[in-house]
């Protein structure tokens, strides 16, 4: 906490993006769903509303797919933030090179902080 770091874990900061790559695989797959109808004739019956519906349900069930899939992803980084964190001496004995490679990192973007 001296250092700095509830600042960087409160600020969730890898949640956010995996958030917005989840809500673009989304509209990606809404897109491909809005093209199938297109070529396709599977949302026909629905009259004006084929085309929103072509969009929607494919977004839903890909924003949803996508943010089950990423969620562990988002709890992966989280926990090697907090380790590195909390206690930096189990991770570097735990982890060594990976250790290494966030200290490089800490001390590229903020050389004053990390000492």
Do not use: K
């Not at 897109?31 to 349900?57: N, Q």
């Amino acid at each position: 906490r001296q250092r700095g770091w509830s600042a960087i874990i409160n600020d969730h900061l890898v949640t956010r993006a995996l958030s917005l790559v989840s809500l673009v695989i989304g509209a990606l797959t809404g897109c491909m769903g809005m093209a199938l109808a297109s070529v396709t004739s599977w949302v026909s019956d629905f009259g004006d509303a084929a085309l929103v519906l072509a969009f929607f349900v494919p977004f839903i069930c890909g924003l949803a797919s996508s943010m089950i899939l990423l969620s562990v992803v988002a709890s992966a980084v989280d926990t090697v933030i907090v380790s590195f964190a909390e206690s930096p001496l189990e991770m570097e004995r735990n982890h060594p090179g990976l250790y290494t490679q966030m200290v490089r990192a800490w001390r590229q973007a903020f050389p004053e902080e990390f000492r």
